[in-house]
């Protein structure tokens, strides 16, 4: 016979640690897996050092446009004479650095590697408290926050980092590229993060819907705050330069349509359900 007695205040503390104990076990483990495949760990920063962003434009040209002669198959041209690989040397500074440098990637492949348990966790722990309606949407809103913030992080990596890549690459001709492995490091664990973080918007705004808090309406009537608001939080999430906060800016603001949508879905699903009853 199953317990549904309420817990007291310390069980439910004692429950809570032993969750965080687990999710802390399980990233240390996936941190220790990680230090395993240090070897691949220059080969992952290099990635968005070759990706050529021109060539696949041009290939996407290529592909939804066949025709030769008119203005996108110039345009093709153009961007395949512009492509080049970004040429820049990763460096240590010092012993101390790249001890820092790949604890730091360590760390942030066992938090990733680790994730799964640690969400498993927090669900463990929070789907008691839900009711029945809620409990019915939790598992959709998980899978949706996973999909969308690794969606940002997979947009960061193989599209915003190897064109800001090659913009500072590309300035001052006359000096080389040789970056340090700890900014390196800290660029893109930051680029990676900000905007995973910021693609969660549109669930954002659906939750609030969903809850009442704000209505597509509202969030139409805020749309010129919110743009703010956005540039804003694109200058805080993202690296300290203007083209990584544009690159994820203008996503951003086309999520937050996005978000309107899917308000005015949940609206109207809750309007709905509200006149079936």
């Not at 996407?60 to 395949?80: A, E, M, N, P, Q």
């Not at 969606?151 to 000096?175: D, E, K, R």
């Amino acid at each position: 016979m199953v317990d549904e007695r309420p817990m007291t205040f310390l069980e439910h503390l004692d429950e809570l640690r032993t969750r965080i104990f687990r999710a802390l076990i399980a990233i240390v483990l996936g941190t220790v897996i990680s230090f395993y495949f240090n070897k691949y760990v220059v080969f992952v920063l290099k990635i968005p050092l070759t990706i050529q962003i021109n060539d696949i434009l041009a290939g996407f040209i290529d592909l939804v446009h066949k025709k030769d002669g008119s203005l996108l198959s110039f345009f093709s041209l153009v961007l395949r004479a512009r492509s080049h690989v970004v040429n820049a040397e990763l460096f240590k500074e010092g012993p101390l650095e790249g001890i820092l440098a790949f604890l730091g990637i360590s760390v942030a492949f066992g938090c990733l590697l680790a994730s799964p348990v640690v969400l498993y966790q927090i669900w463990a722990f929070v789907l008691p408290a839900l009711k029945d309606t809620e409990k019915r949407i939790a598992l959709p809103l998980f899978f949706l926050v996973c999909l969308f913030f690794t969606a940002g992080s997979m947009f960061a990596y193989f599209v915003v980092a190897p064109v800001v890549l090659q913009f500072s690459a590309g300035l001052f001709p006359g000096l080389q590229n040789q970056w340090m492995i700890g900014r390196h490091v800290s660029f893109m664990i930051r680029l990676l993060l900000g905007f995973g973080i910021g693609f969660e918007l549109p669930i954002v705004m659906g939750f609030l819907a969903r809850i009442g808090v704000i209505d597509a309406n509202g969030f139409q009537d805020r749309r010129r705050y919110a743009i703010v608001l956005i540039f804003i939080a694109s200058a805080l999430l993202t690296p300290a330069d203007a083209l990584s906060m544009l690159l994820m800016a203008i996503p951003l603001i086309a999520l937050y349509e996005m978000g309107i949508w899917i308000a005015v879905f949940v609206g109207r699903r809750e309007h709905t359900n509200v006149e079936s009853v």
